[in-house]
């Protein structure tokens, strides 16, 4: 599996329009508004990078309103969250 965040400029008058139609992509599993430099982040989970790069410079490249992207791509995660997840399968 293969994680990126996508960090999304967007025309300020789209904003949700662009949130609700990148979250609706396939592996894209959370869209997020954010302050900054950027307006949305998009955490994308493909199972390989030929389904990462049709997402990244496929699909969201048709989607109006998106002005400018950075894609981040993730070697490793450290959150508590993450790995609490991934012990507790099949625990009740």
């Known amino acids: 599996m293969i994680t990126a965040l996508v960090a999304l400029k967007v025309d300020r008058r789209r904003v949700n329009e662009v949130a609700a139609r990148v979250a609706d992509l ?29 997402v990244v410079t496929g699909e969201m490249l048709k989607i109006e309103g998106i002005l400018d992207s950075e894609t981040m791509l993730a070697f490793r ?16």
């Not at 869209?31 to 790069?53: E, H, K, T």
């Not at 995660?77 to 997840?85: I, K, N, T, V």
């Open 26 to 54: 396939r592996h894209v599993s959370e869209v997020y508004s954010v302050s900054g430099r950027w307006d949305l982040i998009a955490m994308v989970r493909a199972p390989d990078s030929d389904a990462m790069a049709g």
């Open 77 to 92: 995660a450290y959150s508590r969250h993450d790995l609490e997840a991934m012990f507790s399968i099949g625990s009740p």
